[in-house]
C-alpha cells in the first residue's frame, strides 16, 4: 500500500471537483458552495506546502548538531545514545517524505538528551548549547511561518 501525501492527496480530490463534479453542478447555489468548498481546499494545501517546506528546513538546518548528541551521549548512557541516534537518523531519512515526521523525531531526540543531562547530574553544558541551537532554529521557523 502507498502512502500519498497529504498536500497531493487534497490537490487530486480538488482537481477531481473541479473537472468531474463543477461542470455538472447547475444551480447556482450549488455551484457558489462548491467553488468556495475548492478555495478552502486549496488554502490547506497551500498551508499543508508551507508547513512541509518549513519542517524540511528546520531539519536540515538542525541536523549537524544533532549528529553529535549520541556521541556526546555515549559518556552518560550507551542506550539513550542509541535511542537519540535511531531518532536523528529516522529525522534525516524522512526529512523529504515527511518532513512533519522528521521534526518530530528531532524534538524527540532533543528531549531525550535534556532528560539524560538532568538524569546524570552531568556537566551537558555543550550538549545544553547544541539543543538550544536546534530548539531556536525550530522556533524561529515557527515564528517566521505564523507572522510571515
Known amino acids: 500500500m502507498s502512502v500519498i501525501p497529504t498536500s497531493g492527496a487534497l490537490d487530486l480530490v480538488e482537481r477531481g471537483l473541479r473537472a468531474d463534479v463543477l461542470p455538472h453542478v447547475v444551480d447556482p447555489h450549488g455551484n457558489a458552495s462548491l467553488r468556495a468548498a475548492l478555495t478552502i481546499l486549496s488554502n490547506i494545501r497551500l498551508e499543508i506546502d508551507r508547513g512541509a517546506a518549513r519542517d524540511r528546513a528546520t531539519v536540515i538546518a538542525a541536523l549537524p548538531d544533532a549528529g553529535t548528541w549520541p556521541d556526546t551521549l555515549r559518556t552518560w548512557s550507551e542506550e539513550a545514545a542509541d535511542?537519540?541516534?535511531?531518532?536523528?537518523?529516522?529525522?534525516?531519512?524522512?526529512?523529504?517524505?515527511?518532513?512533519?515526521?522528521?521534526?518530530?523525531?528531532?524534538?524527540?531526540?532533543?528531549?531525550?538528551?535534556?532528560?539524560?543531562?538532568?538524569?546524570?547530574?552531568?556537566?551537558?553544558?555543550?550538549?545544553?548549547?547544541?539543543v538550544r541551537r536546534v530548539l531556536r532554529i525550530d522556533a524561529e521557523a515557527e515564528y517566521t511561518t505564523q507572522n510571515g
Open 83 to 130: 535511542h537519540v541516534a535511531d531518532l536523528v537518523a529516522r529525522a534525516e531519512a524522512e526529512t523529504e517524505s515527511g518532513p512533519a515526521l522528521a521534526r518530530q523525531s528531532l524534538l524527540a531526540a532533543a528531549q531525550l538528551c535534556c532528560q539524560q543531562v538532568w538524569q546524570h547530574d552531568a556537566d551537558g553544558s555543550g550538549l545544553l548549547r547544541s
